[in-house]
């Protein structure tokens, strides 16, 4: 267990819905990282918040957003959702903002979208 | 930015076989190189990571080696076992910037 939460584990839902993921950081650590992995692909980053503000972007669509709020905890918002947004997302989290921090991946949260 | 690739996309050894698996990256600024296991279904998780100011690390069967004139780095497994079965990827980065990762090799041990 690296200590990183998400909810929910999974989560089916229809075009054109939206839905919003939950990450909760290991204690003490300050930087969260969003990532999503499509069915037998690699890991693609997304986004990164440090202590409540954006760090870094990836390849995030436009139809998603991320935010971290003050107690740390992050959320990802998926909106208007397409066949193809269906994957693994994984939050990890650090202790700082930099890329040699050793990052913890939590459980991830399947998205099934029909 | 930085590219990450990784080879080979699958490799399949023997148990007690050792198994190779190599990265190169593009970005000669890049200065964290981990490697993660991700077993089918689970989460990544670190195995091993080494930075620009060593060449080699070790850690029981597991070792990792960066040249970083050539801009490349691999992971050797030594006397691997069936549960080392699982897909591997490498990532490259540095510090304020977005990590990049390999597109993954998938590794089986067969008994």
């Known amino acids: 267990d690296s200590g990183v939460t998400q909810t929910p584990k999974h989560l089916i839902t229809a075009t054109g819905q939206r839905v919003t993921l939950r990450c909760s950081p290991r204690?003490?650590?300050?930087?969260v990282y969003w990532y999503q992995q499509s069915l037998d692909q690699g890991l693609q980053f997304l986004i990164q918040?440090?202590?409540?503000?954006?760090?870094a972007k990836g390849n995030i669509l436009e139809r998603f957003s991320a935010q971290q709020f003050p107690d740390l905890h992050s959320e990802l918002n998926l909106s208007s959702l397409e066949l193809g947004d269906s994957a693994l997302y994984f939050c990890?989290?650090?202790?700082?903002?930099?890329?040699?921090?050793?990052?913890?991946f939590g459980p991830g949260t399947r998205l099934l979208v029909l | 930015g930085e590219n990450v690739e990784q080879h080979p996309s699958t490799l399949s050894v023997q148990e007690g076989d050792s198994a190779v698996i190599k990265c190169t990256y593009s970005?000669?600024?890049?200065?964290?190189f981990p490697w993660y296991k991700q077993e089918l279904g689970k989460r990544p998780q670190l195995i091993i990571d080494?930075?620009?100011?060593?060449g080699e690390k070790k850690d029981q069967r597991i070792a990792v080696t960066l040249n970083k004139t050539a801009k490349h780095f691999s992971l050797h497994i030594t006397e691997t076992q069936p549960e080392d079965s699982a897909v591997y990827f490498c990532?490259?980065?540095?510090?304020?910037?977005?990590?990049?990762f390999g597109s993954g090799t998938k590794l089986n041990v067969k008994p």
């Open positions: 204690s003490g650590d300050l930087s």
């Open positions: 990532a490259a980065g540095y510090n304020f910037n977005k990590f990049y």
């Open positions: 990890a989290s650090s202790t700082q903002a930099g890329a040699g921090e050793t990052q913890y």
């Open positions: 080494i930075r620009s100011n060593v």
């Open positions: 970005d000669s600024a890049s200065n964290y």
């Open positions: 918040y440090y202590n409540g503000e954006e760090r």
